[in-house]
């Protein structure tokens, strides 16, 4: 086995082995994420759930109580219809301002409450904003670790010239080959055309742009 595939075998395990932390890194990373977001946002519901039951019963209280409070005027006025009862239906209308006044306080306050619950941090959206910063945070790391599998994988071949080749090129070129092709003809334009000859045959024109 050659140097260079053993060179290309060592640094692709070490690429498979940075890949594999990664992908390891990644997944932990996430889930790590995923029940922090769990917690928080069961957090988040939990928080406001004992106040949304009794802002639904004090919501039910008040349908029920204004029904009441409705039921009792129709009987006063059907009792001032038939009966001129003025003195209850007076009685009854003051009742039912009075009551109807509490039934509102007690709306506001049911109102205050679920807002005071919807305002206390951190809410749903709070929480969805934390975990994208972290995200970025730690993609940050991904690529610093991703950059070290593509810079391992970029040196499984060397994109120099080996020693070796270098070495034959300047025998070709050095050593007077371009004469003993030219044979007896030692004009200077067949001594070119055998230098030509040797440089077409051994490539070295099409690489003007990546010299040995």
């Not at 004992?50 to 349908?63: F, P």
């Not at 951190?122 to 730690?138: C, F, G, N």
């Not at 499984?156 to 030219?182: F, K, Q, S, W």
């Given at each position: ?10 640094s692709?395990k070490e ?46 209280a ?8 409705k039921k ?16 209850l ?23 205050n409450?679920?807002?005071g ?12 904003e934390?975990?994208?910063?972290d ?19 970029a ?39 055998c ?5 077409s ?12």
């Amino acid at each position: 086995m050659g140097r260079y595939e053993r060179a290309a075998k060592t640094s692709l395990k070490e690429a498979t082995s940075l890949a594999a932390s990664i992908i390891d890194s990644v997944r932990q990373d996430l889930r790590r994420e995923e029940v922090r977001l769990e917690e928080e946002m069961s957090d988040r519901v939990n928080s406001v759930q004992a106040t949304l039951n009794e802002v639904a019963s004090i919501q039910d209280a008040i349908i029920a109580g204004s029904l009441d409070v409705k039921k009792e005027l129709e009987k006063a006025k059907k009792r001032l219809v038939k009966y001129g009862d003025r003195d209850l239906m007076v009685t009854q209308i003051i009742g039912s301002a009075t009551r109807l006044g509490e039934l509102r306080t007690l709306h506001l306050d049911a109102v205050n409450r679920i807002q005071g619950a919807l305002a206390r941090p951190p809410s749903a959206v709070d929480i969805i904003e934390r975990m994208t910063k972290d995200l970025l945070k730690l993609s940050g790391s991904w690529e610093a670790s991703a950059r070290e599998i593509d810079e391992s994988i970029a040196d499984v071949v060397d994109a120099n010239a080996p020693i070796e080749m270098i070495e034959l090129n300047r025998e070709m070129d050095n050593n007077g080959y371009d004469l003993i092709l030219a044979g007896e003809d030692r004009s200077e334009e067949n001594i070119q055309k055998c230098q030509q000859k040797i440089r077409s045959l051994t490539g070295e024109d099409n690489f003007n742009n990546y010299p040995l």
